[in-house]
């Protein structure tokens, strides 16, 4: 506008009173569509095409026109596929042509219609040629940076599967040495306490030897739980694990958060291994706590059995149980499959036949003390 209005200052030709004024109004709305090429591209292009009748009221083409020509021309060129800026230059172009060839303005007929339509196809050109080449170029750069992206993301992939395989070539280097110690401890344990009445000095050897050793155990143990223990995961809580002691104080949590639950005990419960105690005590856990999510209005019962060497955790309720889900495995059931293959025990979970959600396993129980073959 501030270039038509120097151009209409300069043009030695009288202007009526409020001419310039009309003028510059038109040259305003020539240069509108400009304000609405991002938002709205094709109505855009369309209010340009429009404003063509324009230099046929003011018998000359305000200069903002043209400008709205090439800025339209660009973005569209720029920020669209290829085909729809392609589109976008054909429609502002090819009735710009029409109207030179077949209205020509008064001012321009000397120069003729063949020099208009070859700087206007030169002007439409470069301004296509110029948006295009700049969103190659962007596509280009987005490119190389997801290629970078992807890059660094397998790089990342590579170092930490190079470090799990070195953790886990150092744990199991660590468990030897750990089984080494407890299996040197278990027979010197067992001499110091055949010759522990004939011979006391020699069992006193065995007995400090035992010490040491199980002190070098304990730290050769952290060890390999720090080899193991991820960074994600949090530090190594020094409170004792839960056990069959905890499963009582559980049940009242789970009581107090609105589902009614009922425990059984069958049998008579002997010493076990702690390691035993705390899989019960999980079982327990996430059975209950899958009863609180997807139960809803029901009843849990609790039962534990000792009978044969063996113990079996039953966790069953009422409810709906979980909805369907094929493709999806809980991680809490997988956890307690684990734990208690570790031990040798099964688990099988499934809906109840009457209705509701349950979970059993069975663990074999060892004698406490007894190291297996």
Known sequence: MLVDLVFLLLTPRELRPGQLSAELGWSVLCAAPVALRRVAPWPAVGAA???LGVPALLGHAPTTQGVTFVVLTYTMAAHRPLRAATLAAVLLWVPVALVVTVAPLDGVLDVGPAYLLLNNLLTASVAYAVGRAVQARRQSTQALRERARVA???QRSLAERAVADERRRIARELHDVVAHHVSVMGVLATGARRVLRRDPDTADEAIATI???SRATLREMRRL????????????DLAPQPGLAGIEALVEQV?????????????RPGPMEEGVALTVYRIVQEALTNALKHAGAATALVRLTFADGSLAVEVTDTGRGPGPAPDRIGHGLVGMRERVALYGGVLRTGPR??????????IPLEPVGVVPA
């Open 49 to 51: 095409v429009a404003t």
């Open 211 to 213: 010490e040491e050793t």
């Open 225 to 236: 739980l720090d080899v193991l223990r991820t960074d994600a995961e949090p530090a190594a």
């Open 255 to 267: 009581r107090e958060a609105g589902l009614p639950v009922t425990v059984r005990v069958d049998g």
């Open 353 to 362: 036949p009457g209705g509701g959600f349950r979970v059993y396993a069975r």
């Open 152 to 154: 660094e993301a397998n």
